[in-house]
């Protein structure tokens, strides 16, 4: 269904309904990503037996201004190998379309005002939940771009692995959604949110089984590049990853857009899974409940996002591409097969469940002869005629272009 | 419709949209061409690719939009870029050096023959049958409903088809980045296995430079190939639409 | 053509959020110091003076990954029209895409058979003469007491 706000064309009321709207979620949202800094902080080092920042503001709620603000006064450089002109759009590629992102999350119910119907989210296009794949692809670039442009070697390594990984996930992410849709239905949000109404059980973390659910909340960890698959700024090994070499403003349109992310995802996530604004409200200010239910939901799923960061550590390359690629895509597309056949009956469900038993004895089995292919490859022609394979002749290491 | 129709019944939003995505695209498709460094040239398609998308939701063509971004924009050119940027950070293409003995004549020569194809195409009434049969898909529902329905009922071959397409893509990808004689999928000695290994263009050898130059191959093979399928997807998509 | 107007509101954010990046980089320009030295343009690389440039060729491998996720994006695009009107479709829905999905799956099969999604070096198996004469007095050196060599 289309927006509704736009039913009886563009009048000067439906744009300035627009613009308000607009300019509230973007301010809600860079002060929820400045809280959002400091929540993580403080939770971290409640977890950790510190205090965290105390010193701006009450509690340290200041702290995150604070140091935006100290960023604006701080040099910015531009390091000499670097493309210039990539270098100054990267951070640009990176922030737009983490605001852009949040504009299709419905945040509250649908209102009347002034005459008009006004559902409460920036925008309610119908490809809905496509639009925020098509950023997160977008959203690859910003990384990828930051790191080859600054002409550096720790921000190269960190932006081909952090763009390896964020392409990885998306094909899992892509595999939920479409869950999602699946019961929706449609691909508008508010189309996903109203499919999921009225009772907590037919939450679509419920209703889908809660695979589904754990599924994404595992990719989106890693398209975000958040701990623990957080590789691509692994300090330890590669300075600070793809914006090493990146101060200042830069620096702080990068630190932005991953918070920002953050905070959308854990949106995304409710919207998805958690029916987004629904739950029960009282008589009295009718269309503040859903509001609140909505940022009660996200605030706890922000929690959650930081007692992961808090909790594990981080991943090795190979475990990361090996539990993106070989465990959850499958997964997911079993389980996906799974809901459609339950969908029409119990008995296509048994059947495709059936099939699902046998795919996977089939998946083990590819994945032990690529292990053995792999480990007979070092072996000595003795150990392999040991190990019952068939001898072959073996390529000159090298020789290999002719 | 007739052109003329087409104009008059466009209101000035949509045109002003039309104006600016054309600029956008045509704007990008030359920097495709005429940027030296070759991570510009694709950020230029990338650009270009857009301009495409926004043409798309004007033609409330929802879903191709979405696709044209998604698969385009976040697959397409991210494999191009990942073979421009690690296969030399710093090379610049010699733009004026010909690769080919008389390309440009050559060029110049397709050229025109493509333009005069588009001129033939849309001034006479040489082609058969009827000028354009494009209009909106009708149905009820949204135009993913709409989408989905043709795809899945009457153009369902095509669709199955495209798997097996896919299913070709991906063992081409595989067998092309496999060195040959060896099970393993890969273009660096096994000893280099573990993550990036820094070899300058100083410090390769002959052989390193010849595997290298394999991967190169393997990789822009396989982008030919999988750039294939998704044309081939987009191409189900746009008889769709028709 | 009204799917224009539900875009506007994305626009205006497009518009908004480019216009904050921009002039907040412009705000920092007015308010921060520009002083380059040729040490702080210099790449990062932990206070250790670089000696080569970044790696110019990476495995095969990231682009094997690219090159695969572009055929398994086209797959999942796909997926999102045919669960839009799977209600409608019913059974026949169900059994075109089961058929879809076992392409997939067997081209997955095949990419998990050749080690195309393997990461890491390569596990060695080391021969078992070789492993018996490595013992802790052939490979570790004492220094010191207790050595012939010292003695």
Known sequence: MPDPLFAHGVGLAVVVIVLVKVVVAFTVLLVSTMLMVWF??????????????????????????????????????????????????????????????????????????????????????????????????????????????????YPLLGAVRASAQMISYEAALGLTVVTVVLEAHSLSTRSIIASQAQHFWQWNVIRLGFVPFAIFLIASTAEMNRPPFDLAEGESELGGGFNTEYSSLRFALFYLAEFMNTITMSALAVTLFFGGPDGPGFHFLRWLWPILWFLGKTTAFCYVQVWIRASLPRMRYDQLMDLGWKRLIPLALGWLLVVAGVNLSAAWGFAIIGGGVLAAGLLYQSLSVGRRRRETVTQPPAARALAGVPLRPVARPGGTGG | MSAPAVLAAATIPDAVTFALAAVICVVGALGVVLMRNPVHSALALVMTLFGVAVLFVEQDAQFLAAVQVIVYTGAIVVLFLFVIMLLGVDRRERVLADTFRGQRVVALVLGLMVLAEVVLLARTRWTTGAHSVAGPLDGPGSNVAKLGRSIFTTYLIPFEVTSALLVVAVVGAVVLARRPGLGEPSGEAPDEADGASPVGPGASGPGAEAADAEAADAAGAGTAESTAGAGAAAGAGAAVTR | MGSLDSYLPILILFVLALAFAGLSIFASKLLAPKRPTSAKEAPYECGIVPTEGPPQRFPVRFYLIAMIFVIFDIEIIFLFPWAVVYNELGRFGLVEIVVFAAAVFFSFLYLLANGALDWGPVKRIRPVTAAAQRTTSSTVRRVGAGSGEAA
Do not use: C
């Not at chain 1, 590629?93 to 006004?118: Q, Y």
């Open chain 1, 40 to 153: 993580e902080r403080k939770v971290i080092s409640d977890m950790q037996n510190r205090i965290g920042p105390n010193r701006a503001g009450p509690f340290g709620l200041l702290q995150s201004l604070a140091d935006g603000t100290k960023l604006f006064f701080k040099e910015d450089l531009l390091p000499e190998r670097a493309d210039r002109f990539v270098f100054r759009l990267a951070p640009l590629l990176a922030v737009v379309p983490a605001f852009l992102v949040f504009a299709v999350i419905p945040v509250g119910g649908i209102v009347t005002i002034a005459h008009h119907t006004v559902e409460l989210q920036v925008a309610d296009p119908p490809m809905g939940i496509l639009f925020l794949l098509a950023m997160s692809s977008v959203a690859v670039y910003g990384t990828m771009l930051a790191g080859w442009s600054s002409g550096s070697k």
